[in-house]
């Protein structure tokens, strides 16, 4: 169970004849109980944070704000639930924090945050509006497309939080690396994160780089389609055929001529 969950929880009591009785009911958030943690909320996000003074969460927090005004909107949400976000001041405590994906990502350092659509919670290393924004997009997108049979490819899903980041250079510089190496991954094999940390950061960076292309050549608007018609149910080789009238691979063949 990630931290940060609230837990709400009540007796049932019964007598010699056979009555219940019931509690309140009483409720818990489950964090590090050696840490005087504090909550703030910003927008539709409420922050868990300790040892960090209340105005700079407050500002890192509002600069993300614009940036999840747009994701909403392209994402086809009207209303957001809130959600809650729990920073960790150091790897040590997002080591007891965030799940184990494997020990050499740990030990390498692969993963900042994770989200946990199913609580409407991230987990965060650090204090960051991009890390907040990233984040916040995976709790979005899981918001907007919530049809139990519909899949998001992971190409898809991290491209845009990171697009939705805002910095770049480095994702474009690992792409330009990878193509002078010639070992690019095939997109119809992205539908994972793949599990070595070498092919993590290529993932990431070439997963931002076909989604950055997608908004460049065909718009938010085609996006917003996009989603919904995943919602509906679509494979995503068919809703992209759908929305934007070009195979899978005809989608990585343009983006390739334009890398």
Partial sequence: MPRGVRIQYHYIVRDAKGVNLKSPTYGFVYLDPRHDWREYRVGFINLLTHGIPGDTVVEIALAANDRLEEMRGVYGLDVVQSKTGVIFNNRREAGQGFPLVSNTARAEHVYGGFAFSEFDLFAL?????????????????????????SMIPAWLNEGLAMYFEGTSSHRQLEVEKAIREGRLLYLRNMNLVPGRPEDVRLFYAQSWSIVAFMFDAYGSNRMTDLIMVINEGARVDDAIKEVFGITIDQLEGAWNTKV
């Fill in 125 to 149: 290393v650090g204090l960051d509006s991009n890390g907040m924004v990233h984040e916040m997009s995976h709790l979005l997108l899981h918001d907007a497309v919530d049809n139990p049979v």
